[in-house]
């Protein structure tokens, strides 16, 4: 049982920026891919950026060059750096882990970031 908690939420002015953290209770060398999403309210969850199985990342079209994911093994967490935020960006962000071999599924609580107009 993998779990994940998000911080790093707050409130931002457009143009500026956050960075996000997630914490994996266990070593994400046993999980097999993360991933950031977001939820506005009234919109459906959507992927924002994610680890591949490869290692590689991928982005979101409406945040690429703006987002960055990492990680870092040693502290069990992975990041997502916000830049340029847009008042589209304002939603809930959670961090999903795959655990592999098992492929279960596992999401944290959700962080808010808001950007004001």
């Known amino acids: 049982q993998v779990q994940l908690v998000e911080s790093g939420g707050g409130l931002v002015q457009p143009g500026g920026s956050l960075r996000l953290s997630c914490a994996a209770s266990e070593s994400i060398s046993t999980i097999y891919t993360m991933a950031w999403h977001r939820q506005a309210p009234g919109k459906q969850r959507e992927l924002v950026a994610r680890?591949?199985?490869?290692?590689?990342?991928e982005y979101a079209d409406s945040v690429k060059g703006r987002f960055t994911i990492s990680r870092d093994n040693a502290k069990n967490t992975v990041s997502l750096q916000m830049n340029n935020l847009k008042t589209e960006d304002a939603a809930v962000y959670y961090c999903?882990?795959?655990?592999?071999?098992?492929?279960?599924?596992?999401w944290g609580q959700g962080t808010q970031v808001t950007v004001s107009s």
């Open positions: 999903s882990a795959v655990v592999r071999y098992t492929y279960k599924v596992y």
């Open positions: 680890f591949t199985s490869s290692g590689t990342t």
